[in-house]
């Protein structure tokens, strides 16, 4: 069974359950994958979140049947997840613009989000550069967050560590702790990377670090440690880009083309592991190196 075709059954596994408590553990297996990377994969290549794409699609079908049965509003709501009918309406009116009871009436217009359903598009886009690197053991140390898979605002996002640590200082002291690039990486890059994925967390969360590969001058009183196993990566570098331009565009774009045009075609799987956001360059040019865990697939004859 390939990737799509995986991705696919998880997703009618969710359509079949609109009206139920979906469980991601289940999502996973139907997508022979982890939940974290289900997750993931699916933000990349639709920009949206799973756990938004489930709530518009719960609020659509709500709508057709507000429109088209004599359903109470407290039935629908109890029947897609909602505890009243005001959490309900507030959510119902955020997609529709409309309430409910406004549904029930003749000629309103609607929202639909209709089911995603994955299948290769050939785009005809450039080249994609990759390596495939199995790199030995190593450790990182820096700033650590917790973040939300379903982009919960309670919790702290790979964006906002960045944006944060720049502001206080705490970027420009991981940078001063962290010495000399060990000998194993290339000596153009810079001092700080991105890591994510490198333990588990609890519930729909996984760890986000800013970090500094530890080296013989290292300094690491006070930042988490972390250990990185030996791993296969399939490693994707960007083109150069502008510092002052910003790097989040280049980023998704690197991330959302190695979910949607590379892993659908390539006989590698994404595996369970610490993936990387390596940056290099100089003061004036960047440029990114996403490292991701794959395992080679078997060739069948």
């Known amino acids: ?7 696919n059954a998880a997703l ?10 979906i469980d991601f553990t ?8 982890s939940s974290y990377n289900f997750q993931r994969m699916f933000s990349f290549i639709t920009d949206v ?15 057709i049947e507000l429109q088209n049965t004599n359903a109470k509003v407290i039935d629908v709501a109890l029947k897609y997840g909602y505890d009243s009918t005001v959490s309900f309406s507030r959510a119902f009116s955020n997609i529709h613009g409309i309430t409910p009871n406004e549904a029930k ?22 080249e994609m550069n990759y390596r495939i690197e199995t790199k030995e053991a190593f450790d990182v140390f820096g700033i650590e967050t917790v973040a939300s898979l ?8 790979p964006a906002e560590l960045w944006r944060k640590s720049h502001q206080n200082g705490d970027y420009e002291r991981l940078f001063n702790a962290s010495g000399d690039l060990p000998k194993f990486i290339s000596q153009d890059l810079c001092k700080i990377h991105g890591v994510e994925n490198y333990r588990k967390t609890e519930g729909n969360t996984f760890p986000y670090m800013l970090c500094s590969f530890v080296s013989d001058s290292f300094k690491t009183d006070g930042y988490t440690i972390q250990h990185i196993p030996s ?25 959302k083309r190695f979910y949607s045009e590379w892993l659908p075609t390539a006989n590698y799987e994404r595996v369970s592991g610490a993936n990387f ?24 004859k």
């Not at 069974?1 to 991705?7: G, V």
């Not at 960007?238 to 331009?245: I, P």
């Open 105 to 126: 009436q003749s000629g309103v217009e609607l929202k639909a989000y209709p089911k995603i359903s994955f299948q290769i598009s050939i785009k005809g886009e450039k």
């Open 49 to 63: 979140p799973i756990a938004e794409y489930i709530r518009r699609r719960r609020l659509t079908q709500a709508a």
């Open 231 to 255: 791993q296969t990566y399939a490693i994707f570098p960007s083109e150069k880009f502008m510092w002052n331009e910003g790097s989040m565009e280049v980023l998704r774009n690197l991330q």
């Open 150 to 157: 379903s982009g919960e605002d309670s919790f702290v996002s």
């Open 12 to 21: 009618d596994y969710i359509e079949n359950n609109l009206t139920e408590d």
């Open 26 to 33: 289940i999502v996973a297996q139907k997508a022979c994958c």
């Open 277 to 300: 956001e390596i940056y290099g360059g100089d003061k004036e040019y960047g440029y990114i190196e996403l490292w991701f865990p794959v395992k080679q697939l078997s060739i069948t």
């Open 1 to 7: 069974m390939d990737m799509l075709t995986k991705m």
